[in-house]
């Protein structure tokens, strides 16, 4: 379904925005969380469930809703990357970039000649409404995706100002579990080489000038998270969501 991205022009004004991620790959769950009014979800096909063919469905599902949908995939293949695009998927949510040469590579990978090197089938596929809106896809397709680019690691740290410079990166999101797992401290938040390399990301973050987002880390809900700066926040998950809930609901039965 080809159809303005709600979710780019906001996050480039500053707005603070929040939505959650979807792992069991279930359209159904998109579809409520859209109806609900989040901002944005995340189809996680890098730590979640689901394919290309499968994002379909909660595409589908939020045809309804001014929800955006973004995807997580799974690598840095350009390959991938054309299948979610040619579905249709209004952002890439990309793992693990830890330069500006992986960055612009992957920009050039969502980009169509000249700008980059995506394939072309706009006559037939999914995003330019099965080729009877291709004309127009063709015109918008480049600068209506939205290009998330996830630090990591410290070496992404270090390399964030390059890697926000680069045409066509249009935010950034912070790994918190990764990022501290990159200096050996997995998910030790109230470690001081953590704080401080998060800290570091941050102040640099802020300097660059572009919206960035995170995940809500141990301690820290993710209402807190927008005075730190950060404008595209997740709430959590749909497995946490529906665990939770069952967990609460069984604790006060038990406790009875």
């Known amino acids: 379904m080809l159809r303005p991205n709600s ?3 906001r996050l480039l004004a500053g707005e603070k925005t929040l939505g959650p991620w979807v792992t069991l790959d279930n359209p159904a769950t998109s579809e409520i ?6 901002d944005f979800l995340i189809v996680d096909q890098e730590h979640g469930r689901g ?10 599902a939020l045809s309804r809703s001014d929800t955006t949908c973004l995807v997580r995939v799974p690598s840095h293949d350009p390959v991938y990357l054309k299948k979610v695009l040619d579905v249709g998927v209004e952002g890439v949510v990309i793992p693990n970039v830890q330069s500006a040469a992986e960055a612009t590579a992957l920009v050039s990978a969502c980009r169509y000649p000249p700008r980059g090197l995506r394939g072309s089938a706009i006559g037939q596929i999914r995003a330019s409404n099965y080729g009877l809106d ?3 896809y063709r015109k918008t397709a480049d600068d209506a995706l939205l290009v998330i680019c996830q630090i990591e690691t410290a070496t992404a740290v270090a390399a964030i100002p390059e890697i926000a410079a680069v045409d066509g990166v249009d935010a950034l999101f912070v790994g918190p579990f990764d990022l501290s797992g990159s200096i050996g ?9 953590v704080i401080a390399l998060l800290a570091r990301a941050e102040a640099a973050l802020k300097a660059c000038g572009k919206p960035f987002g995170t995940v809500p880390r141990t301690g820290i809900h993710w209402s807190d998270m927008f005075a730190l700066g950060y ?4 709430a959590d998950n749909d ?3 529906l665990r939770d809930t069952a ?10």
Request: glycine letters at 10%; a positive charge; proline letters at 8%.
């Open 239 to 241: 497995v946490a969501r």
């Open 247 to 256: 967990l609460a609901d069984l604790r006060r039965f038990r406790a009875k």
């Open 33 to 38: 969380f859209g109806l609900a009014g989040f």
């Open 231 to 234: 404008t595209m926040v997740t």
């Open 134 to 136: 291709g004309p127009a």
């Open 51 to 60: 394919t290309p063919e499968t994002l379909v469905g909660h595409l589908q």
């Open 7 to 9: 979710l780019k022009p």
């Open 185 to 193: 401290r997995l998910g030790e938040f109230d470690h001081p080489d």
